[in-house]
């Protein structure tokens, strides 16, 4: 499964994968899917806002075990984020077969879609529709950088935007979720374990800094009578670094558009992107805050305006603490304390599980990597180590499915 899914969507000057929302390249991967599915007997269904689901056992009967993730990338990301947790299910699956486990609850392995917001903007677009986090009407707002709007890219891929929207029929079907996935860190890799827990998501968010000055000659504008948005942004690049190491959080600017974007030109416009996530809400309202007052006191320095908009923002996520017990449980990792033996971690990354927290329970799995590094070509996870994600995660299903 790994190899054939391998070359989907690889770019292959950077290495890294361009597997976005509602292109040939999704497309691809949801066939890929599919084909997994329709080989193993699954009932195969396509949900009104494009995730995709594998059923096994009846998908109305309610109380169902559901797991899987996504098989979208961002920019050039790497190959193990969200793709693991897809073929790790259907691994589990097959390994539990090979047990001859005997269900007694219904199982479904699932696709979401669009869930790094690579395209559009907005990460885990299928889930929160799904959840109803995302309105109908807020979904027909989102735009790629082509101008295309996501009803417009899902009628171009086959699909009806007329019909996405909440979906609670479908979730309370749902009596667990649980998604494996690579861990985005060292913790795992530092602690010696090869699986872990999740605990928490933290709260994270997006806001757009626009940035507008006046576009002049490079070469005939005194530096005294220029209005350069580029100096105010480039200071608040700064800033948000230093606020977030004095607070313990992480703030990045990782994505700029500059107007008219030529070399000989002053910018009038540099528009940039704040991630910014803390391990609490008040650490993180602490950090955007005092970002947001030094990029107004730049811009007002070099005469620039100044306009910042939270384009996305998640709440900490407390996963299930009941599930979470049960799958330490079921996973034999409970000492003689009652209390985990390996690491309970929490992360700064979001994953449609988090989406799902306020609907039905969830949890997560976590599989070690060994250097830390996501959302890059570098990303990775020993064989091993993904096998014994597979194992955990059978061992999970099992535990609760097969009961």
Known sequence: MWRDLAPIGRNNESGGYRRFAWTGADADCRAWFKAQAESRGLTYELDRNGNQWAWLGDPAAGDAVVT???LDSVPDG????????????FAALDELRRRGAEFTRPLALTNFGDEEGARFGLACVGSRLTAGRLTPEQAAQLRDGDGVSLPQAME???????????????LARIGAFVELHVEQGRALDLSG????????????????????????????????????????????????????ELAGAVATFGKISVEPNGVNAIPSLV???????????????????????????YADAHGIDLETVRESFTPVVEFDHALRDELGRILGILGTDDKLTVPVLGTGAGHDAGILADSVPTAMLFVRNPTGVSHSPAEHAAEDDCLAGVNALADVLEGLACR
């Open 68 to 70: 899987g993730s996504h």
């Open 271 to 297: 528009r940039g992107w704040l991630d910014s996530r803390a391990a609490d809400q008040q650490t993180l309202d602490t950090v955007v805050t005092a970002v947001e007052k030094a990029a107004r006191e």
């Open 156 to 170: 171009r891929a086959g699909y009806d935007p007329e019909a996405i929207g909440p979906d609670p029929e479908r």
């Open 193 to 244: 374990d090869a699986v872990g827990i999740a605990s928490a998501i933290w709260p994270h968010g997006r806001w757009r800094f626009d940035f507008r000055g006046e576009a002049n000659h490079a070469g005939t504008t005194r530096l005294v009578d220029r209005r350069d948005p580029m100096l105010s942004y480039a200071q608040t690049v700064l800033a948000a670094r230093r606020e977030a």
């Open 78 to 89: 790497g190959a193990f984020d969200g793709p693991l947790g897809v073929v790790s299910s």
